[in-house]
DNA sequence: AAGACGAAAGTGGTTGA
DNA sequence: TCAACAACTTTCGTCTT
């Protein structure tokens, strides 16, 4: 018997969303034209119910009969045991979510992965705090709004190693794939930790966006890009902030701002107008 | 004295034989 | 499965401001 016939499917991601009647089917469409935002779904609840009909079992021989009342019982105890872990987890999901000032949209997309994470079965063996800090990591991602690993893995109080391992596996066994973080995204979120100019992040924005079409940034961290570029126009701009000011708040290290630094320098020829300023 | 620089050695992940 | 590899980190001595 397949269960999974009358259920009903988030029709973006195919999670099952909640029992349904058997002959109606729920018509999304019309959801999706009012609001414009695709099904209103909230994945951070749990709604998973039985999808037998009890009083089907009537017409079934004693010994099936027998057979699907276990069935029922077995897969009740089942969701029940599974909603309990799943509220526990949007509970934890929602604390480092606030820490690390997520809008919705990231909470629910990260809700939504942890979620699918569970019907995979990838939490057993590994802690249930660095699954969920991970949809949450790969949630902003995806949001281009991405946080660093050290943000994320301090608002669940497990560490940096640990969360990119736990994101990677994540990541793999659910089929998700990301395109590499666009430097540009870090600048506003570094300057403003840094007190910088409008300017400089402006000016910053432009030397990524130049050293993206040279392709500078291709397997480079973009955290230790994005903070070169604002080392580099914090300079021109003379306001500059130390190299350690800036990795901590990036957090990444000296040398790479210096290697990335230099990088900027050469292939953009920057070394003159740098001269100049000073 | 603080900051910047660069070399050297180590870490952990990826890739390709 | 293992070795080579690239990027990054840690550490530290030296140069510059």
Wanted: a positive charge.
């Amino acid at each position: 018997m397949r269960i999974s016939k009358e259920e009903v499917y988030c029709p973006n991601c195919g999670i099952v969303v909640e029992d349904f009647p058997m002959d109606s089917k729920p018509d999304y469409k019309e959801d999706n034209e009012k609001t414009g935002y695709g099904s209103p779904v909230k994945h951070s609840t749990t709604s998973i119910g039985s999808v037998i009909k009890y009083t089907d079992l009537g017409k079934l021989d004693p010994k099936t009969r027998n057979n699907m009342s276990k069935l029922i019982q077995w897969t009740n105890k089942l969701n029940t045991a599974m909603e309990r872990n799943l509220n526990f987890a949007f509970g934890e999901l929602e604390k480092y979510a606030s820490i690390i000032h997520a809008p919705e949209q990231i909470k629910e997309e990260a809700s939504r992965i942890y979620r699918e994470a569970v019907q995979r079965n990838l939490v057993r063996g590994r802690s249930m705090e660095s699954i969920a800090a991970a949809c949450l990591y790969i949630a902003c991602k995806e949001f281009e709004s991405p946080r660093t690993l050290d943000e994320v893995a301090d608002s669940a109080g497990i560490n940096k190693k640990e969360l990119g391992r736990t994101c990677r596996f994540v990541m793999r066994e659910l089929d998700i794939s990301l395109a590499p973080v666009n430097p540009s995204s870090y600048i506003s979120k570094f300057a403003n930790k840094l007190n910088l100019s409008q300017k400089t992040q402006t000016d910053a924005v432009k030397i990524l966006e130049k050293a993206l079409k040279m392709d500078l940034t291709s397997g480079k961290s973009p955290q230790g890009t994005a903070a070169a570029a604002l080392y580099l126009c914090a300079l021109m701009n003379k306001e500059k902030r130390t190299q350690r000011e800036i990795a901590d708040t990036a957090s990444i290290t000296e040398v790479t701002i210096r290697n990335r630094y230099k990088e900027l320098l050469r292939e953009l020829n920057l070394r003159d107008r740098l001269r100049k300023n000073k």
